[in-house]
């Protein structure tokens, strides 16, 4: 891969099924647009892209293509996951009020590397933020069966000598009342857990809730429901796998992380940073 001058060199070789590539954030839009125009399928790991703008593009290019791309959020494929979904689509906390969720970690400031430089993409937001904001909009869609837009976003943060986000606080409400609060930053530990908070009672994942294994259902005088589905390698299997299935069965997208679900996601952070600056 060095050698050559582009992916799409290398994908011109019929013996070429796929590429593995490793790349900051700012580089993923690039790649990903030569597989696809080479017609090979794309599983981008998150973020998709920096910006909504880049994400419907090749949203745009996928379908004109018809060819399969899907962000890797992994977090939406793990077993523990479906056990919450049962008892979101089943009312067992009945309807959701709000999300609290954390994603936090100290990150040594190096205006060069992928955390802090903006060439790079970097920020907590695009790095860490996504995934309090993917798993909003999952849990809104298994407990009502779909997410519609925040009906206001209201975000504050502390940027970092190189301008990109070192730390942001984000409270998003839904029509209906329902809202999500989240904190995501490189300068600062947190708990890194997600409680769903319903009517009639509490889903909590632990600490790591993104690469979670584990799930508690509390509700007021009931005996708590544990739920504990260890990872059958390291996580990243579910979604390697749910991207076969799509790809098999001839989907340009998959219907647990689709494009619409990208898409969304990018547009809230397009907003979140644009208020934090």
């Given at each position: 891969l060095r050698a050559a001058r582009s992916i799409a060199e290398i994908l011109e070789d019929p013996l070429v099924d796929g590429v593995y590539v490793a790349t900051p954030h700012a580089q993923h839009g690039e790649?990903?647009?030569?597989?696809?125009?080479?017609?090979?399928?794309?599983?981008?790991?998150?973020?998709?892209?920096?910006?909504l703008a880049q994400g419907t593009f090749l949203v745009e290019l996928a379908s004109r293509k018809n060819v399969f791309l899907m962000e890797a959020l992994w977090t939406r494929m793990l077993p523990v996951y479906d056990s919450v979904s049962t008892w979101l689509r089943d009312d067992a906390i009945g309807p959701v009020r709000a999300i609290q969720s954390s994603f936090c970690f100290r990150a040594p400031f190096e205006p060069e590397g992928r955390h802090y430089n903006p060439a790079l993409a970097g920020g907590a937001l695009l790095d860490l933020g996504v995934y309090n904001i993917a798993m909003t909009r999952w849990v809104i869609q298994q407990a009502a069966g779909s997410c519609p837009e925040p009906s206001s976003i209201h975000a504050t943060g502390t940027l970092a000598d190189t301008g990109v986000d070192q730390r942001v606080s984000a409270m998003l409400t839904f029509p209906g009342g329902v809202t999500s609060q989240f904190v995501c930053g490189f300068d600062g530990s947190a708990e890194n857990s997600m409680t769903i908070v319903g009517e009639r009672g509490s889903i909590r994942l632990p600490s790591g809730f993104w690469g979670a294994t584990e799930a508690w259902l509390?509700?007021?005088?009931?005996?708590?429901?544990?739920?504990?589905?260890?990872?059958r390698i390291n996580g990243f299997e579910y979604?390697?796998?749910?991207?076969?299935?799509?790809?098999?069965?001839?989907?340009?997208?998959?219907?647990?992380?689709?494009h619409a679900d990208s898409l969304a996601a990018l547009r809230w952070m397009d907003e979140i940073r644009r208020q934090v600056g």
């Amino acid at each position: 891969l060095r050698a050559a001058r582009s992916i799409a060199e290398i994908l011109e070789d019929p013996l070429v099924d796929g590429v593995y590539v490793a790349t900051p954030h700012a580089q993923h839009g690039e790649f990903a647009r030569q597989c696809l125009e080479a017609d090979k399928p794309v599983l981008c790991e998150k973020p998709l892209v920096p910006n909504l703008a880049q994400g419907t593009f090749l949203v745009e290019l996928a379908s004109r293509k018809n060819v399969f791309l899907m962000e890797a959020l992994w977090t939406r494929m793990l077993p523990v996951y479906d056990s919450v979904s049962t008892w979101l689509r089943d009312d067992a906390i009945g309807p959701v009020r709000a999300i609290q969720s954390s994603f936090c970690f100290r990150a040594p400031f190096e205006p060069e590397g992928r955390h802090y430089n903006p060439a790079l993409a970097g920020g907590a937001l695009l790095d860490l933020g996504v995934y309090n904001i993917a798993m909003t909009r999952w849990v809104i869609q298994q407990a009502a069966g779909s997410c519609p837009e925040p009906s206001s976003i209201h975000a504050t943060g502390t940027l970092a000598d190189t301008g990109v986000d070192q730390r942001v606080s984000a409270m998003l409400t839904f029509p209906g009342g329902v809202t999500s609060q989240f904190v995501c930053g490189f300068d600062g530990s947190a708990e890194n857990s997600m409680t769903i908070v319903g009517e009639r009672g509490s889903i909590r994942l632990p600490s790591g809730f993104w690469g979670a294994t584990e799930a508690w259902l509390e509700r007021p005088g009931e005996p708590v429901l544990h739920e504990q589905v260890p990872l059958r390698i390291n996580g990243f299997e579910y979604e390697i796998e749910e991207a076969q299935r799509c790809i098999r069965a001839g989907l340009v997208e998959s219907p647990r992380m689709t494009h619409a679900d990208s898409l969304a996601a990018l547009r809230w952070m397009d907003e979140i940073r644009r208020q934090v600056g």
